[in-house]
């Protein structure tokens, strides 16, 4: 498999940029993605990081499908995975030549991934993989899941270290620039 660990694939959502639907260029991440597209469309598979958000997860397919059409990286389409059709994950994701791991909240998601059995499935998966945001933070083996929610930070029971997806090594902390100097629950 070949694994991109993305804040954005969109650029930061907090700074000015291009309107979406567009991916970001600039760190040749577009230039990179297209040395590993294969040179047909494959299925698209958007892992959600809540699985009860349909109008969200809807949404950001269709956002997310359109910038990669804009990028001339075709896809046959870009399905969510979400509650609606979680039980489908074994068949879906080895039919799925592209795999985004959504952003979101990072201990729902990883809830959901555990629940999904995907530990597991992606150990024989050979498409590309994008993480966004929390699904980056998610894809690593050991996820450092910092508090972002109000009462979290306080809460002597929250979890702030989890297993992860086992993908990569590599822990990330997504939108850096814009949460260093936040305060939460202090």
Do not use: K
């Amino acid at each position: 498999m070949t694994l991109f660990l993305t804040s954005s694939p969109s650029g930061c959502p907090f700074e000015p940029g291009p309107d979406i639907p567009v991916l970001d260029t600039r760190n040749h991440f577009v230039a990179n993605l297209r040395a590993v597209w294969p040179d047909h469309a494959v299925l698209g598979l958007a892992i959600a990081a809540d699985p009860y958000a349909y109008e969200q997860n809807d949404e950001m397919c269709r956002v997310f499908a359109q910038s990669f059409a804009n990028a001339h990286l075709p896809l046959t389409a870009l399905i969510p995975c979400d509650a609606r059709n979680a039980e489908e994950i074994g068949s879906l994701l080895p039919q799925s030549g592209f795999v985004m791991l959504c952003g979101g909240h990072v201990p729902t998601q990883n809830h959901f991934f555990a629940q999904l059995g995907l530990p597991g499935l992606f150990h024989n998966y050979h498409g590309i993989v994008l993480g966004v945001s929390a699904g980056s933070m998610n894809a690593a083996h050991i996820v450092y899941a910092a508090p972002e929610e109000p009462g979290e930070a306080a809460d002597p029971h929250y979890s702030r270290w989890m297993n992860g997806l086992g993908l990569t090594e590599t822990r990330i902390l997504p939108h850096y620039q814009f949460i260093r100097d936040h305060v939460l629950d202090g």
